[in-house]
């Protein structure tokens, strides 16, 4: 099992765990494929992280399983945009930290994949 950790990254974690759900389980293969035809930010940025996980490890990526995909929160920057009468109001710009954990895939993983 190998793993990649991108931190930092300025992108919502709400919309990216949209998109890290949907790789969850899957062959490494077919999720960066899907990945390449997905219109997310997102997808550009998570598809690098199990490309990583992948060379992390030394494995082919039609060997490995998308093990777990995990979004969490990284700081928030705080900015102002100046309004009127001098009054400010606050733009929130949201990080995230990126976790891939890719493992060889079993026999019994590949047959339940391949079920649904």
């Known amino acids: 099992m190998s793993k990649a ?4 990254i300025r992108l919502s974690p709400t919309k990216a765990r949209l998109v890290a ?5 899957m062959n490494a293969e077919v999720a960066l494929a899907s990945l390449e035809f997905t219109p997310n930010k997102a997808a550009k940025i998570i598809s690098k ?8 490890g030394g494995y082919e ?8 995909c995990r979004v969490d929160a990284g700081p928030v920057l705080r900015r102002f945009m100046p309004r009127a009468r001098g009054r400010a109001t606050p733009i929130r710009k949201p990080t995230s930290h990126i976790y891939v954990e890719v493992a060889v895939a079993s ?10």
């Open 49 to 56: 992280v199990i490309a990583s996980a992948v060379a992390n």
């Open 5 to 8: 950790l991108l931190r930092y």
């Open 107 to 116: 026999n019994k993983q590949k047959t339940k994949r391949e079920g649904k």
């Open 61 to 68: 990526p039609q060997s490995v399983v998308v093990k777990s």
């Open 21 to 25: 759900r949907e790789v969850q389980g």
